[in-house]
């Protein structure tokens, strides 16, 4: 099945998986995704973009880091897709990538009642600290 997420007046193709193929369970977690450009811990701005996010829907029971390449490809985003990592945005928590979502269904207490749920993809904390620490090391 394909399911189109629109982008800049553009449509991306992003593949979901018939509920038969290799026995996945198929319930969905529909939100906005957006990016924060904190590649550079010095120089990163605190505005998501795009500022018209898109949709993606989200298997809840595929671990998440199975599902962060097509995230990341749809916003093409500028960070390398190994530093990344989920934040929810009306709480602030990080996502634990090697778990669905199903088995983090605690975090996503509220999620759905905000007015615009939004995931956000960004640079994984320990990879910002490390870069901070690096910086003061050669400087």
Same mark, same amino acid.
């Given at each position: 099945? &394909?399911?189109?997420?629109?982008?800049?007046?553009?449509?991306?193709?992003?593949?979901?998986?018939?509920?038969?193929?290799?026995?996945?369970?198929?319930? +969905?977690?529909?939100?906005?995704?957006? +990016? &924060?450009?904190?590649?550079?811990?010095?120089?990163?701005?605190? /505005?998501?973009?795009?500022?018209?996010?898109?949709?993606?829907?989200?298997?809840? +029971?595929?671990? @998440?880091?199975?599902?962060?390449?097509?995230?990341?490809?749809? @916003?093409?985003?500028?960070?390398?897709?190994?530093?990344?990592?989920?934040?929810?945005?009306?709480?602030?928590? +990080?996502?634990?990538?090697?778990?669905?979502?199903?088995?983090?269904?605690?975090?996503?207490?509220? /999620?759905?009642?905000?007015?615009?749920?939004?995931?956000?993809?960004?640079?994984?904390?320990?990879?910002?600290?490390?870069?901070?620490?690096? /910086?003061?090391?050669?400087?």
């Amino acid at each position: 099945m &394909l399911i189109r997420a629109e982008v800049y007046k553009a449509t991306i193709p992003v593949m979901v998986r018939p509920a038969h193929q290799k026995g996945v369970k198929m319930a +969905y977690l529909t939100c906005r995704v957006q +990016y &924060l450009d904190d590649t550079d811990p010095f120089t990163s701005t605190n /505005f998501p973009e795009p500022t018209r996010p898109p949709t993606f829907m989200f298997n809840e +029971y595929v671990p @998440l880091i199975d599902q962060i390449g097509e995230v990341h490809k749809l @916003l093409r985003a500028p960070h390398q897709l190994d530093d990344c990592t989920l934040q929810l945005s009306h709480n602030g928590t +990080y996502m634990d990538l090697e778990s669905s979502l199903e088995e983090q269904r605690d975090e996503l207490e509220g /999620f759905n009642t905000v007015r615009k749920p939004t995931m956000i993809l960004r640079t994984q904390l320990s990879v910002r600290v490390h870069a901070c620490i690096g /910086f003061m090391r050669y400087n």
